[in-house]
Structures are given as structure tokens and as C-alpha cells.
């Protein structure tokens, strides 16, 4: 049964949460209680071309081949095997290989939103269970983020995680490292948003003792501390003053030279790794590494690379931003080793969808929809292969159309949701965080088994 | 009557006329002449007297009073004598003789200072009684600029009488005359000197007043035409009287400001200032139609930023006349831009600059910066700018100057016309075919990024809207969707077969190279031309590929959604984030039909969004109002506000660290999405939060101190860039501004009204003068008084008050 809009928009308002479910014991919506536990988002933005990301090397690769088509499709030869399983991986992605075989690296195949499990047939046979603007880039990023399924929410499923952190008293459940994200905004929660630089005021020296010095400082702290008249203006304000205080604080932890982080954050061979999507997972580690300044216990952290959007000439482009994805996850494991918290952070991919498996005339692919998807973390179950990679012809029961666009046969709410529950976030409020949760658990559906 | 008596008596109106300031010192003192220029003897010394008077503005007596120089000036020597105010001569006795100040009592002086040695400057007397009373150093007013030259100078005494003999010139109505006399004695050398009436105004902009002089009579009539300025020989010991006069300019008020708004008469010779006098100027303005508030409402709607003047315009000829001579304007342009057409490997083998200046949206934001400091068609530009934010194409996949500007001189030049034009601009445009692949799109794989993005984001959006822009749900509470994925197919199909331009000499074919310099063309072999099905209309088959570009086009602006869907969104661009949806649906009728049946007409629908009562309403309803400044329109107001004068190139060095910069979008959905919801509210959005993150709330911060209260002119973000012809970096003329600070409550009254909605309150302003009152600057009372304005513009500016429109 899915829930209707309304019903879904008073439980995000809170005020009638005890209308639908039992009462909540705070200490009871943190599962798992002690140490600390993270997962990171690495969002790929564009629709990556998952096909090409792990292709099965049995009988099959002759199918995915002659779909593809010659100047997508990956050589046999070129892709690097995952040991004990038929498949293997494009060949930017070798840095993937020995996380592999150390058993921390786990891929969930045909992921996407979903309403309801669907069949070929069911799809076509009935438009209402498909899920709204299904190859619109911004429609599908939303669903990934929001978990409506549906229509999309205003809030994400890591904001609703962090409203069940914040009720029960964690700090700084929510961090994005790439800015304002959907999957973020909770109801009574808002994520910190870091994007490097220095996180101070010019001019703000709070050791200056002079009289013209503080003077200053108060006249700027009674600017800042007024009251504005709108709703609107009063909350942005409150916004501002809550960024300034964290910036603080956070300011010591991302600036330290006291840091393990860039000696470990390296590729395979040992170079160190550079870039935007680097320098974003070197401060997630180092906010992990800084957690116990942060007295942070359960926190999601989101990071995100663009570019996947490969509608003409995809080969090259797609390999270096592949690469770039290998060397970083590469990198960010590493470290966390070194920081000795392997086991207690996993870090996965999402996107906005899969690309269609048939090439189109610009050497390149177009929107599809059911995409594969991989998870790093030394707290895996290992060697995982989940879901159900889709069956290799066009137009068969895997296609949503002729063009090989699968229909995705794991959901948004099952692929996650065993990140949320491996969490700590208890069975009972996962209902809050997927608002379709009834849909995905029980009568043999369930989360997939990520975690041992 | 001895000049040296005018001195005196002078000396007390035009210190009694000085206006209560708000840390004021308990005494008041003038200074005057306020110049002097004297010849010093060979190994001898030399000695300029000045007059002064001292006025204890308390109810207590005062004892224990002197004068004397500031510290630094150790060259100098300076006695002081007390005056008979009657005969102007010397107490017998009373040199460097300690007086006292009975309440609301005065002194008179005469100040005679030696000089050992050559000197040019500007000295501060520091006059102080016991107990620490003490005047304020205002300058103009009681300093003394002292010459001392081997050379004998010229040394011109002079005094001015103003008519109303209280040290103002009162213009007597608005766009009126007033004159003000002039006498000058020549007691030094011989020689010619130039005179020149100058206006000084607070708050950097020109007087308003035209001013002019000629020399006078023993009757006081001028033997000549008055002009700007006269060139006068003076032999020793000549008397010369002049009149000036000042025209007010009609339209403008001149408040009566003494310590800043004020006639200066100089004396040059050569370089060189010899003598000056001045007196308080002020003229009635006229009767404004419209409260200062309401004009600021109105200038941070439609436009990047208020000043004094466009504040001044909007109350003088009110709103609705202020909008309709906006909508006529045409002033700004890219087109010039976009005619340099260059290949794309131009610059392979060209030196540095090419790349930066062809191959980059450099030259095109340096433009749109200009454009919006200083071009007066405000509104256009702002609607220009919000159409960019909806059709968006960005340098980062078109890295070619001369295609964005044509393509955004569409935008703009389309800005009051008609919005089907802007939506056939999108689709024939070669930038947009190659920003969303429609170029080369062709019938055996037709491409749907492009069709898409025009339904989604361009014209209709996602969901099927009522007219009040509110969604259509079906009975389940799902919204209804405005298009299907068989729309999306079809649209496709149907626009398939366009090319790059083919530079006129050939035929248009499939793949021609790339080519900006005019719309697609088509290539009937690649054109889809079966019938299709679109958003519910037939589109028979065997048209051609043109005839399907215009028939979709019909269709998509014929929908039901594009007159809310649009609206909604230029309300959210201009006016407010989150407009009531009976204010929506208002705009939407007249989207629809203008009242002359003519469907999509922007300059109607703007002219709408601006005169709803919801967006003139000065008491908002606090659920619904306010708006988060974006990045661009913050710094664009705060340089307007100081009145800079820049080529622009300083935004571009610092405005990527907030995360918006013009035509460089990360995506095709913009900077932030059009319906970003506000974290902590229930239901309500904020679009330009989506870029406010922590960092660029610090960046916010910190560029805005760099350009106010850090704000030097050779600060190395306002210096012009090299191998930039033309180029002139960024300039504040601070010293106006200064002259306002001296008295610091007008400053923030100025303030409170140019920039917050007459929101600040006695707090903050308590705050803001104490932080201007610790701020000093030992000596230089002109330096200190700009430092004070450049502190209270910065915690104007980066208050949360001025982050928002109210």
C-alpha cells in the first residue's frame, strides 16, 4: 500500500508521528549504541554508465557486447577480473581490485527507484506504478535522495536519518562535503555544508584585546544577533549564525597539520590523489578522524562527482572519470585504515540512473534506469554479489523499453536501507526514513544483505 | 569693514551653526582663514596667524582651557593669545594663557603658528579645556593648512559672508539661487591665482548644485558673466570681492549638513591651495510623492543595487512612473561581443590573452558587471539575468565568448518582449543546440536532452499546475505530470535535423563544423518527418523540419502551465521567494492576455509582478515575505551602495568562492534549484539557500569587509588588469563618505534609510557608534572620519538585514 502525499507530508511535519507509530524510546532509535559508525554517499551525478562498470565475463559478454555496440562496449581482454565471480571490472577502476579480494568491496546490481516490484508486463500495464519523470535527470537524482518513489519530498532519506540522530541527542549527524544536497535536508535537522577554505571571518580575532577591536566585535555580534521580521529572513538568519559557530569549531579539525589524512590518501602506487572529489573524501576522513572533537557517534557524510552525463563520445570521458572514482575510493580506504576505523565507515555509490545499454548515434547513451552500484568497508560481509543483474536482451522482461533500459529489480529503500539499518537506526523508525518501507520489508523482500 | 573683524564675527555663527553630532565634543571650535601660505626668511623663522573661537556647548563652566598642536607636529611652534571679540585685538597678557568657559560661553582667539622650516599640510589645532572636554577636528572647519615656502608665496586672507550671515547658503526653493561674498587681501607676494567654488557632499555624490563666481564691485554687482571658476592677478596688498552663486538643481534636496555638505571657495596658485573659505550650503528638494522605504523596496526588486540618487528619482516621480520609464529602456548590450565570431582552435598558436578572451565567458561577465554598476535600464537587466537562470546554457560545455553573448543578448533583448520568442530563441539557437545536444540531432536516434529540458525546465515544469501555480494531484495526492516520456519522444522526433550555421557559402549539412554566428539551419534528410502525437495535439506528417520547430514550439507555449510555471518564477527572481498563490495567479491572467489578447507578453507581466499590491505592500505578511539576496545581487548592492567605479573585473576575482558566477551555471538547472526548501520552515522555499553553505557564508563575509572597511583603492582586487585594454580596475571615493562620518548619527540615518528599510535599532546603532568612536586615527581627522564610515558600511553590509529583501 502506498502512502498518499498528504499522509506523507504530516509524518514528515512530525506533529502526528505517534498517530502511525508505536511510541519511540529515544535510546531505542539508535540501534548499536556505542563507538562510532558512518556511511558515505558518493553520488555520481549525470547517470553513470553502470553497464560498463562491472560487465559479466561468461557467455553473456558476447550479448552486452553486440548490444553495446562497437565504441561503447568494453573488450573481454581489458576488463579486470573480480576474482571467483563472472564478472569484471572497466579497466579505470583496477584500483578496485585488491579492496576485492581483501573483502571490503560489495556490488548491488539494478538498483533504482521503484514503488512497488515490477515486472516487464506490470510496467507496461500499469503507468501508475512507474515512477514519475523516469529519465529526467533532476526527477531521478530526487528519488534517489528523497526515497518518495511516487513524487519526490522536500526532505532526504539522510536528513530523516539525522532527525532520528538529533532526537536522540547526537551532534552533527549530517555533513555534506558538495554542498546544498536534496538527500540532506531533514525536517528538524540541516546538514553542515563544508567546502574547504578557511572557515573564519576576516577581521573576527577573538584574542584582540583592543577597545576599538572589541568594540567591533560586539557591534558585529548585535548585527548578527537581531531579530528579523519574516519567517523567511529569521530562519536564514538563524542559518548564518549556526554556520558561523560550527565553523569554529570545524575550522581546527580540516586545518590541522597534526593529520594522518594526506600521507595515507594514495593510489596503488602510492601517488598522492588530487581533485575536487579528492579533496571532498580527505575531509570527510578527516572529520572522521576529528570525530572525538566533534563528539560524534552516528554520522552520514555525502560527497559527490559530476560529469557522467556521457550522451556523445562517452569512451574516453567515461574511463578518466572512472579512474578519477577508482583512485579516490582507492585513496579514502586507505586512510581509513590508516586511521584504523575500516570496519566502522562504508562508503557507496548512488546516481541518478543507469545509462541505456544500447549505444545511441553519437557514441554515447542516453537515460535508462535499473544501475549497479558498489560498496567499500572493511564491515562487510565479503565477496558480496546482491540483487540481480538483468537479463541481456533487448526488449526482454528486463527492458522497461527496446533499447535495454532495465527495470530495476532491488529498490532505492532495499539497497540503502541496509546501509540505515547497519547504522543503528532500529526497525521501527525506518518507516520515518522510507516512507515505503512497508513495500520493501517482509513477504520476501527485505534489505539486501550488505553487512554480515 | 576690516576683513579681520568679518573673521571674528564669522568665526561664532559659523561655529554656533554646527549641528549636535553624537559624540561631539563638549566644546565646538572654527578655525578660520583656514589656509594660509607665508614666505620663510633665510635661517630665520616664520609665523601665519589665525583666527579662532571656542564655544563650550555644556551648562557646566569650564576651566583650565588651551590650545595647542597634536603631538606629531614637533617642527611647528604655537602660541595663542585671547581677543577682544568687539576690536579683534590682543588681551594684554593672555599669551599661552589657560582661559575659562563659562556655560554656553565662548572665547575668542588669535593662533599664530611658527614654522622653522619649509611645511605643507593639514594641522588640527586640538582645543581642550581640564576635565578632558575637547572640540571634535572637523575638517574645513577648524583646521588650518598651513604653506611654508623659501619662496615668498602669495598669501591671500580670506572671508565669505553668506546672506542669511549664519555661515549657510540657503537656497530659497527648490531649484533656486542663493548668492554668498567673497573677500580676499593679498599680504604676501604677488602673483595670479585661480578661484574656484567647489561643492562638497556627503556620501559620495556630486553636489547638486551648478556653481559659479565672478568678481564684484564696491556695490556688489559682477563686472562680468559668472563662471565656473576666474583667474585673478593680485598685487600686494590687494582687496578683491566676488559673488558667487549657486543654482540648485531641481529635484534634489540639499540637506543642511554643516560638516558635510558645503561651499568651498579655493585659492590656487598653480598646484598649490593659498587661501579657501567656505560656508554650510542647503536646498529644499521637492515634495516627494513616496516615503524612502517604498523606494527601496522597490530598487531591490528592479534593481542591482539602491543609491542615494535612484532612491531620490524613484520618491520624485513615484513608482509607477519610475517602472514604465524602465520598461522603455534599452541601454545595455552584448551584441558588440557577440559579432567577434572566432573558430574554436583560434587561439592554438595566439599568446595568453586570446584564450582568456575568446575561448572563456570572461569578456561577456566583465560586460554584465559593468552593465549592472552602472547602466540605467536596471530592470531589464534584472529580468535579462532571471531569464539566464531559467534557460540556462554555461561556459563550462559552450567555452566560447562570442556564442554566449549572442545568446544571451537573446535573452536580453527579449527581456520586455515576448516569451514565445524567447522559447523559439532556445531552440534555434547553435549555443543551446550545443549546450543540450539538439544540434545534429537526427531521425534514426533522435536526442532527448534538449526537448526535455525545454518542457521541464524552460516551459512547463514537471507537474500540471493550476493558474495559481499551485500542483495538480490526482486522487491519491500524486501530482499530475505536465508531459509523459511519449511527449518527450515526440518532441524529439519533431526536432530533429538541425545544424550548426553553414557560413553562407554551402549547403547546410549533417555535422558542419561548429558555428555560432547565427541560428541553426536545417537538413531536410535528417528530419523525423512523421506524424506525431504532442502533448495531446496531432502534428501531421511530411512537415518540414522548421514547420515542426514552430508548430511544437505553438504547442508547448499554448500549454496551460507555461503562464504559471514562468510567472512563478520571475515573482521568485525579482520580488520574493515564496509568493501568495492568488499574487501567482494575478500575473498568470495577464501572462495569458496583456488586455490587448496578445498571449506571453513580458514587459505587461513584469510590470504586473511589480505593482501587485503584494510586492508594494510595505507591511508583508511575515509567512510569505522575504527573499535571500544570491551572491551577484548581494555585491552588486554593496558596491552600488559606496558608489564604486569599476570595470568589473573585481567580481570576477572574487565571486567564485560564493558559488555563482554569471554564465558559468554547473548545470543546466542552475545555481540552485527554483524550489530549494528552507531548512527549519514547514513549506517554505528559498532558492538562493541552495547556496548557502558554511563556506560561502564566511565568503559572503569576507569579501564584503574586503570591499568596505578594508576597502583601499590599491587593494589588490580592485587593480585594473594589465593586458586588458580599457581596463580600470575598481575605485571608491571614500572622502565624501568621510565628511558624512563626522557626524556619525547622520551617517547612519543615511544608512538606515538607503539600506535596511529604516530597520536599524537603537541597539545597533548604539553598537555602531561606539565601534566608530573606538576607531580612531591619531592627527589625520579626515583619515579617522573615513575610517569610521568605512567601519559602519561594513557592519551595515554584512548584517543579516541587508543579506535578505524584506
Known amino acids: 500500500m502506498t502512502m498518499n502525499r498528504r499522509e506523507t507530508l504530516k509524518l514528515i511535519a512530525g506533529s502526528s508521528l505517534s498517530a502511525f507509530m508505536p511510541a519511540l524510546a529515544r535510546a531505542q532509535a539508535v540501534g548499536g549504541g556505542t563507538g562510532y559508525k558512518a556511511i558515505v554517499t558518493l553520488f555520481l551525478y549525470g547517470g553513470n554508465d553502470s553497464n560498463n562498470m562491472i560487465v559479466p565475463t561468461d557467455a553473456r559478454h558476447a550479448d552486452y557486447a553486440s548490444i553495446r555496440g562497437g565504441s561503447i562496449a568494453l573488450d573481454q581482454s581489458a576488463l579486470v577480473p573480480l576474482q571467483g565471480t563472472s564478472y569484471g571490472l572497466h579497466p579505470a577502476l583496477s584500483p578496485l581490485e585488491s579492496i576485492w579480494n581483501e573483502g571490503a568491496l560489495n556490488w548491488v546490481f539494478n538498483s533504482g527507484p521503484l514503488l512497488e516490484p515490477l515486472t516487464r508486463s506490470l510496467y507496461e500495464s500499469r503507468p501508475d506504478l512507474r515512477p514519475a519523470n523516469l529519465f529526467s535527470h533532476d526527477a531521478q537524482q530526487n528519488l534517489w535522495q528523497t526515497a518518495g518513489a511516487a513524487s519526490e519530498l522536500p526532505t532526504g532519506w539522510l536528513g530523516r536519518v539525522g532527525d532520528r540522530f538529533v532526537d536522540a541527542g547526537l551532534r552533527a549527524p549530517s555533513i555534506s562535503l558538495s554542498g546544498a544536497q536534496r538527500a540532506m535536508i531533514g525536517d528538524r535537522n540541516s546538514p553542515l555544508l563544508i567546502s574547504g577554505g578557511n572557515l573564519q571571518r576576516s577581521g573576527y580575532n577573538p584574542n584582540d584585546m583592543g577597545s576599538a577591536a572589541i568594540a567591533r566585535r560586539n557591534a558585529v555580534d548585535t548585527m548578527m544577533a537581531a531579530s528579523q521580521s519574516a519567517t523567511l529572513s529569521e530562519l536564514t538568519a538563524a542559518i548564518m549564525r549556526g554556520d558561523i559557530d560550527a565553523g569554529l569549531q570545524l575550522n581546527t579539525i580540516l586545518n590541522s597539520d597534526q593529520s594522518a589524512v594526506d600521507a595515507a590518501f594514495v593510489d596503488p602506487n602510492g601517488a598522492a590523489v588530487t581533485g575536487s572529489l579528492a579533496d571532498q573524501l580527505k575531509r570527510v576522513a578527516r572529520l572522521i578522524e576529528g570525530r572525538d572533537q566533534l563528539s560524534a557517534t552516528r554520522q552520514t557524510f555525502m560527497v559527490s562527482t559530476g560529469g557522467f552525463d556521457n550522451h556523445r563520445g562517452q569512451a574516453a570521458t567515461h574511463s578518466g572519470l572512472l579512474t578519477n572514482v577508482g583512485r579516490c575510493v582507492y585513496g579514502f580506504y586507505n586512510t581509513l585504515k590508516a586511521l584504523g576505523m575500516e570496519n566502522d565507515v562504508a562508503l557507496f555509490t548512488m546516481s541518478d540512473f543507469n545509462r541505456v545499454c544500447k549505444g545511441n548515434g553519437s557514441a554515447g547513451s542516453d537515460h535508462a534506469w535499473g544501475s549497479h552500484h558498489f560498496v567499500v568497508g572493511g564491515g562487510l560481509q565479503p565477496n558480496q554479489l546482491l540483487g540481480t543483474y538483468p537479463e541481456l536482451a533487448l526488449g526482454g522482461p528486463s527492458d522497461a523499453r527496446t533499447d535495454g533500459r532495465w527495470i530495476p529489480t532491488t529498490s532505492v529503500e532495499e539497497y540503502a536501507g541496509s546501509l540505515v539499518r547497519w547504522l543503528g537506526v532500529s526497525d521501527a523508525d525506518m518507516p520515518y526514513v522510507f516512507p515505503n518501507w512497508s513495500n520493501w520489508n517482509g513477504g520476501g523482500r527485505g534489505p539486501v544483505g550488505l553487512f554480515a | ?806
Not at chain 2, 566583465?366 to 531589464?380: G, I, K, T, V
Open chain 2, 1 to 806: 569693514m576690516r576683513i579681520q573683524t568679518l573673521i571674528v564675527s564669522s568665526l561664532t555663527v559659523l561655529a554656533a551653526a554646527m549641528t549636535p553630532a553624537a559624540f561631539a565634543g563638549d566644546l565646538v571650535a572654527a578655525v578660520s582663514p583656514p589656509v594660509r601660505s607665508i614666505a620663510l626668511p633665510d635661517g630665520g623663522t616664520a609665523t601665519a596667524t589665525t583666527f579662532a573661537t571656542v564655544i563650550n556647548r555644556t551648562d557646566a563652566a569650564l576651566g583650565n582651557c588651551e590650545v595647542d598642536l597634536p603631538g606629531r607636529f614637533n617642527s611647528l611652534q604655537l602660541n595663542y593669545g585671547w581677543t577682544d571679540p568687539a576690536t579683534n585685538a590682543l588681551v594684554p597678557g593672555s599669551e599661552n594663557t589657560p582661559f575659562s568657559l563659562g556655560p554656553r560661553a565662548s572665547q575668542s582667539l588669535v593662533i599664530a603658528i611658527t614654522a622653522a622650516a619649509e611645511f605643507d599640510g593639514v594641522i588640527p589645532p586640538v582645543f581642550e579645556c581640564g576635565g578632558g572636554a575637547t572640540a571634535d577636528s572637523l575638517y574645513g572647519v577648524n583646521t588650518f593648512e598651513l604653506n611654508v615656502a623659501s619662496t615668498p608665496p602669495i598669501d591671500i586672507v580670506t572671508i565669505g559672508l553668506t546672506l542669511s550671515g549664519d555661515g549657510v547658503i540657503r537656497v530659497p526653493r527648490e531649484g533656486g539661487r542663493q548668492a554668498f561674498a567673497v573677500a580676499a587681501l593679498n599680504i604676501g607676494g604677488a602673483g595670479t591665482v585661480r578661484i574656484t567654488p567647489v561643492g562638497l557632499f556627503g556620501q559620495n555624490a556630486d553636489l547638486p548644485a551648478d556653481l559659479t563666481l565672478c568678481m564684484t564691485n564696491a556695490q556688489g554687482q559682477c563686472f562680468i558673466t559668472p563662471e565656473p571658476f576666474i583667474d585673478t592677478f593680485f598685487g600686494t596688498n590687494d582687496v578683491f570681492t566676488f559673488a558667487v552663486f549657486a543654482q540648485a538643481h531641481s529635484g534634489f534636496v540639499i540637506p543642511l549638513a554643516p560638516a558635510s555638505n558645503r561651499v568651498e571657495v579655493q585659492f590656487r596658485a598653480g598646484a598649490q591651495l593659498a587661501a579657501a573659505t567656505s560656508a554650510a550650503i542647503t536646498a529644499p528638494g521637492p515634495d516627494y510623492v513616496l516615503g524612502s522605504t517604498e523606494a527601496l523596496r522597490l530598487a531591490q526588486q528592479a534593481t542591482f543595487g539602491a543609491n542615494q540618487t535612484l532612491l531620490e528619482n524613484i520618491r520624485r516621480i513615484g513608482i509607477e512612473a519610475w517602472v514604465d520609464d524602465q520598461l522603455g529602456r534599452t541601454d545595455s548590450t552584448y551584441a558588440d561581443l557577440g559579432l567577434e565570431a572566432v573558430p574554436t582552435n583560434f587561439c592554438s598558436n595566439m599568446p595568453n590573452p586570446c584564450r582568456r578572451d575568446h575561448l572563456t565567458a570572461f569578456r561577456l561577465q566583465m560586460r554584465f558587471f559593468q552593465n549592472a554598476m552602472e547602466q540605467p535600464d536596471q530592470l531589464r537587466q534584472r529580468v535579462g539575468w532571471a531569464l539566464s537562470q531559467i534557460a540556462v546554457v554555461s561556459e563550462h560545455e559552450v567555452p566560447l565568448n562570442y556564442a554566449l553573448a549572442n545568446y544571451q543578448e537573446m535573452l536580453l533583448s527579449n527581456a520586455f518582449g515576448n516569451y514565445r520568442d524567447i522559447l523559439e530563441g532556445t531552440a534555434r539557437s547553435p549555443v543551446m543546440g550545443d549546450y543540450l545536444d539538439m544540434v545534429n540531432s537526427r531521425a534514426s536516434a533522435p536526442n532527448e536532452n534538449f526537448p526535455r529540458e525545454l518542457m521541464q525546465l524552460f516551459s512547463l515544469g514537471e507537474a500540471r499546475l493550476n493558474r495559481d501555480g499551485t500542483a495538480q494531484v490526482d486522487g491519491t495526492g500524486r501530482d499530475l505530470p505536465a508531459y509523459t516520456e511519449a511527449d518527450v519522444l515526440a518532441l524529439s522526433r519533431a526536432l530533429t535535423g538541425w545544424v550548426y550555421p553553414s557560413a553562407g557559402n554551402f549547403i547546410p549539412s549533417f555535422n558542419n563544423p561548429p558555428n555560432f554566428t547565427g541560428p541553426m539551419e536545417s537538413v531536410a534528410s535528417q528530419h523525423d518527418n512523421g506524424s506525431k502525437t504532442f502533448l495531446g495535439v496531432g502534428m501531421i506528417g511530411g512537415q518540414s523540419a522548421d514547420a515542426d520547430l514552430e508548430q511544437a514550439i505553438d504547442i508547448i507555449f499554448n500549454h496551460s502551465n507555461v503562464p504559471p510555471f514562468i510567472s512563478r518564477q520571475l515573482i521568485q527572481h525579482l520580488v520574493m521567494s515564496n509568493p501568495s498563490p492568488a499574487y501567482v495567479e494575478r500575473v498568470t491572467a495577464v501572462f495569458e492576455n496583456n488586455g490587448q489578447n496578445i498571449r506571453g507578453d513580458l514587459r505587461a507581466v513584469v510590470r504586473t509582478i511589480l505593482l501587485d499590491p503584494e510586492a508594494r505592500n510595505l507591511n508583508p505578511d511575515a509567512n510569505m515575505a522575504g527573499k535571500l539576496r544570491e551572491p551577484v545581487l548581494l555585491m552588486t548592492s554593496v558596491m552600488r551602495l559606496i558608489g564604486a567605479d569599476t570595470d568589473g573585473y573585481a567580481f570576477l576575482r572574487r565571486m567564485g568562492g560564493m558559488g555563482q558566477v554569471p554564465y558559468e551555471s554547473p548545470s543546466v538547472f542552475n545555481f540552485y534549484p527554483p524550489d530549494y526548501a528552507l531548512q527549519g520552515s514547514v513549506g517554505l522555499i528559498s532558492p538562493s539557500q541552495g547556496l548557502m553553505n558554511m563556506s560561502t557564508v564566511f565568503e559572503r563575509h569576507n569579501v564584503t569587509l574586503d570591499w568596505t572597511l578594508s576597502g583601499s583603492n590599491n587593494r589588490w582586487d580592485w587593480r585594473p588588469l594589465s593586458d586588458y585594454p580599457g581596463a580600470t580596475g575598481t575605485q571608491v571615493n571614500w572622502s565624501s563618505w568621510g565628511r558624512l562620518a563626522q557626524t556619525p548619527d547622520r551617517l547612519l540615518d543615511v544608512l538606515d534609510e538607503i539600506a535596511l528599510e529604516e530597520s536599524l535599532t537603537p541597539t545597533q546603532r548604539t553598537a555602531i557608534l561606539d565601534a566608530m568612536s573606538a576607531q580612531t586615527y591619531w592627527g589625520n581627522p579626515l583619515i579617522e572620519a573615513e575610517n569610521r564610515a568605512r567601519l559602519a558600511i561594513y557592519l551595515i553590509t554584512t548584517s543579516p538585514q541587508f543579506q535578505l529583501d524584506h
